[in-house]
């Protein structure tokens, strides 16, 4: 930590409370987001708490797991959620906690658990609120260029997905093909280029499976790649 960061309890920094219930047969349609002990859990129609908010996992293997939330939401007694960031950034309160290593801080019970007037009590270090602000700044921009990575492999994988349904499971482009539809028309509408469509037969023929395109055969995975067990590692230690 920075020198020049203040001392204080984690107390002074966040108040934090239990979340509530909400039984699955008790939740409704909506776009309010749900957050369990490990994060989002699913939707709602009505919220607990504003947003933007941070929930920590408070017991089993989720203890000291904290999420962010942007907007207003549900959080379920499965974790703690902070009700007052006293002034301090939420973001920079969900970096900060995270770095913490709260599931350290279990209350002493049989089942691990995070007790917030356990942790209320312990000593820490957060610079003031410009500080916090540039911090937030810098690593929430990270986040955001990953999140959005993310969701473009997510939108990227259902193209792919998408497209190998229609050209090697219904076989689009061998029916368009069959019916005498222009090949730019084609090429347009299914997407494979030219030289692509080229390869797909324009015909089908009977097999044991029904109609497939003509060319192809009906066979087994074993016919195309032999799978062998993988070999258990020793160390030389």
Same mark, same amino acid.
């Given at each position: 930590m920075a020198k020049d960061w203040r001392q204080t309890t984690l107390g002074e920094v966040v108040r934090l409370q239990r979340g509530h219930d909400l039984p699955e047969q008790e939740r409704r349609e909506g776009t309010i987001p749900i957050m369990g002990s490990f994060g989002r859990t699913g939707w709602h129609d009505e919220a607990k708490a504003k947003g933007p908010g941070v929930t920590i996992g408070r017991s089993r293997?989720?203890? @000291?797991?904290?999420?962010?939330?942007? +907007?207003?939401?549900?959080? %379920?007694?499965?974790?703690?959620?902070?009700t007052d960031f006293l002034g301090n950034n939420p973001r920079f309160c969900f970096y900060w906690l995270h770095h913490l290593n709260l599931a350290r801080y279990n209350s002493g019970s049989a089942q691990p658990s995070l007790n917030r007037n356990y942790i209320y009590g312990m000593s820490v270090s957060v610079p003031e609120p410009d500080e916090q602000h540039t911090?937030?700044?810098?690593?929430? $921009? %990270?986040?955001?260029?990953?999140?959005?990575? !993310? !969701?473009?492999?997510e939108t990227l994988e259902e193209i792919a997905q998408t497209i190998f349904k229609s050209w090697f499971v219904n076989f689009d482009p061998v029916r368009a093909k069959a019916s005498g539809e222009p090949t730019n028309s084609i090429c347009h509408r299914l997407g494979p280029t030219s030289d692509l469509l080229a390869l797909f037969p324009d015909s089908f023929?009977?097999?044991?499976? @029904? +109609?497939?395109?003509? @060319?192809?055969?009906? @066979? $087994?995975?074993?016919?195309?790649? !032999?799978?062998?067990?993988g070999y258990a590692f020793k160390s030389r230690d």
């Open positions: 293997a989720s203890i @000291g797991v904290v999420s962010y939330v942007e +907007k207003d939401y549900w959080p %379920l007694n499965t974790s703690l959620y902070v911090i937030a700044h810098i690593l929430g $921009t %990270l986040d955001d260029k990953i999140e959005l990575n !993310r !969701r473009m492999n023929k009977e097999s044991d499976l @029904g +109609k497939i395109p003509s @060319g192809w055969q009906v @066979g $087994t995975l074993s016919d195309l790649v !032999r799978f062998l067990s």
